[in-house]
T-cell receptor, first 112, second 114 residues
């Protein structure tokens, strides 16, 4: 049982390049999330999808777009990367509102 | 403005002793609280949770206490083990819409010395 799988694990981009971070979960969870973690800032919510077919902005959505492709997959896209988007990105999923989030192992992104 | 605060960036404890990690929150609408543990290069893993209708929840060596009047929760680890060395995040959830999502504190790095 893989849980939440994120690809790639590491990525280096130049300013202005675009890329998509992939996330898939095999726990049949309804809700999926994208967080970023920066030093001294904890985890901040970028976007979430409460259920298949819906997406909503979180605390720091600017510069990102998401797609809930199906119940299993939730991708995060950077259209034009900026150095401020250098961070570790975590995808998570949960059964519902009062259930814990299960996290992937993260994607470490560097934008130069 | 931080709604979930972990005011101690780090904590060092001797093996076998108690570790107490603290967390304060400002939003009285929060009704569900969780603790996560994070090792380097891994994602956070769920440790223990508590609903606002309770004031204590135990799971083995881990106990979470909730004081709603003080808007304070704490995680007790007894006895502490070197494998407990990690960053611990407190998180809280409110009602519906964006309030239904978890808000995390900045984390406390626990070091358990043999």
């Amino acid at each position: 049982n893989a849980g939440v799988t994120q690809t790639p694990k590491f990525q280096v981009l130049k300013t202005g390049q675009s890329m998509t971070l992939q996330c898939a979960q095999d726990m049949n969870h309804n809700s999926m999330y994208w967080y970023r973690q920066d030093p001294g800032m904890g985890l901040r919510l970028i976007y979430y999808s409460a259920s298949e077919g819906t997406t909503d902005k979180g605390e720091v959505p600017n510069g990102y777009n998401v797609s809930r492709l199906n119940k299993r997959e939730f991708s995060l896209r950077l259209e034009s990367a900026a150095p401020s988007q250098t961070s570790v990105y975590f995808c998570a999923s949960s059964e519902g509102r009062n259930s814990p989030l299960h996290f992937g192992n993260g994607t470490r992104l560097t934008v130069t | 403005d931080q709604q979930v605060k972990q005011n101690s960036p780090s904590l060092s404890v001797q093996e076998g002793r108690i570790s107490i990690l603290n967390c304060d929150y400002t939003n009285s609408m929060f009704d569900y609280f969780l603790w996560y543990k994070k090792y380097p290069a891994e994602g956070p893993t769920f440790l223990i949770s508590i609903s606002s209708i309770k004031d204590k929840n135990e799971d083995g060596r881990f106990t979470v206490f909730l004081n709603k009047s003080a808007k304070h929760l704490s995680l007790h680890i007894v006895p502490s083990q070197p494998g407990d060395s990690a960053v611990y995040f407190c998180a809280a959830r409110g009602y519906g819409g964006s309030q239904g999502n978890l808000i995390f504190g900045k984390g406390t790095k626990l070091s358990v010395k043999p």
